[in-house]
Every structure is written in C-alpha cells, then in structure tokens.
T-cell receptor
Framework: LAKTTQPISMDSYEGQEVNITCSHN???????ITWYQQFPSQGPRFIIQ???TKVTNEVASLFIPADRKSSTLSLPRVSLSDTAVYYCLVGDGPAGTALIFGKGTTLSVSS | DVKVTQSSRYLVKRTGEKVFLECVQD?????MFWYRQDPGLGLRLIYF???????EKGDIPEGYSVSREKKERFSLILESASTNQTSMYLC???????????FGDGTRLSIL
C-alpha cells in the first residue's frame, strides 16, 4: 500500500500562496491522489483529486510530476479560514483498503 | 449535496458497556467506512463495507464490529467498551472507490 509523507505543520500569512508537498514513492499505476481538508470538530472535506499533470478547481491546484512519486497542493492567496489540517491520500483497489490517511499537515494562517 | 449523518456528536459511556454508533447516508452509496481519529495519529480505518451485509476489516478492527443491514445505514459496535476506545469516530461514504469520500461530522466518544 502506498504510504504518504507530508510536513507536520506549515505557517503562512493571509494573501500568500501555500504549497504543501506530499511524497508517495510507492504509488501504484492505478492510484489516484486525493487531498482533504479538516477543520476542528468536523469531518474531512474533499478538496481536489488528480491522476497526473495538473488539476485545478475553484479552491486549489494539484501538481503531479511525471513520475507521480510526489504531489503538491497549492492554495492561492490563503485566508485565516484556510487554517486547517490537510491530508494527502493515494489509493485504489477494493473499497477503502488502499485509502490510508496519514497524520496530515496542520496549516496555520496568520494576519 | 451528499449528507452523511452520525447519530450523536458527543457520547459518554462506561467501561464494559455495549456501544452503538450509527451512520446514515442519503446518496445511495455502495461503500461506507468507519474511522477513528486520535491526536497525532490521523485517521485510522476500523471497518468498511462495499455492499449490504458485506464488511471488511480495516487497520484496527480489534474490539469493534459492524452491521450493514440496509444500504444507507452502517453501524459501528463496541462490544465491551474500554477506556482506550475513547476517541473521535468518523463515518464516510462513497459511490466508487476512486471517488472522494464524504464524511459525517463525527462522534466524540468518551469511555469512563
């Protein structure tokens, strides 16, 4: 099973771009890369998912290099409300078995 | 929007009690999951189900069982609660394994 490695924490200021990198050296051919956001006392919320190259939606971008051994979540112009824990997951296959949540990255945004 | 509802936000039980945590989703999803979340450990998968009456063990199934009698409902059972099962429990569902999981807001369970 592919395991992910992320920084434990990151700090930023309002208006800056934040990039969180996730390593997944053992990613399998069929694995997708998915990012979640979690606020205190809430369940994780889906942000973005990709397989290769770049994916962009209204809240974030996901950059995936050709070897797919890492990925970078990019949050443009963060605000205080982006303070949360961000999880990177890789997985495919039978329901749930390959979806391993790591410890996540705690992003703190200050004014 | 998908709605995953967990029956209780907070629950306090005593050691040795049988505890039921209920989860209901309203989007006809095949796959449902139970996780526990502890400080510094992230989310750990307890059990999941990919169909009615089907269940599979996750990473930490010991001390737990599950029930899925109807597609929309997935129950987590603590057969004999112990203090080390004090945790935040999160339920999730998804239609296909490659699709994002939708989570409930969790049940914070305290075992005294």
């Amino acid at each position: 099973l592919a395991k992910t490695t992320q920084p434990i924490s990151m700090d930023s200021y309002e208006g800056q771009e934040v990039n969180i990198t996730c390593s997944h050296n053992n990613i399998a051919t069929n694995d997708y890369i998915t990012w979640y956001q979690q606020f205190p006392s809430q369940g994780p919320r889906f942000i973005i998912q990709g397989y290769k190259t770049k994916v962009t939606n209204e809240v974030a971008s996901l950059f995936i290099p050709a070897d797919r051994k890492s990925s970078t979540l990019s949050l443009p112009r963060v605000s205080l409300s982006d303070t949360a824990v961000y999880y990177c997951l890789v997985g495919d296959g039978p329901a749930g078995t390959a979806l391993i949540f790591g410890k996540g990255t705690t992003l703190s945004v200050s004014s | 929007d998908v709605k995953v509802t967990q029956s209780s936000r907070y629950l306090v039980k005593r050691t040795g009690e049988k505890v039921f945590l209920e989860c209901v989703q309203d989007m006809d999803h095949e796959n449902m999951f139970w996780y526990r979340q502890d400080p510094g450990l992230g989310l750990r998968l307890i059990y999941f189900s990919y169909d009615v009456k089907m269940k599979e063990k996750g990473d930490i199934p010991e001390g737990y069982s599950v029930s899925r009698e109807k597609k929309e409902r997935f129950s987590l059972i603590l057969e004999s609660a112990s203090t080390n099962q004090t945790s935040m429990y999160l339920c999730a569902s998804t239609r296909e394994v490659n699709q994002p999981q939708h989570f409930g807001d969790g049940t914070r369970l305290s075992i005294l």
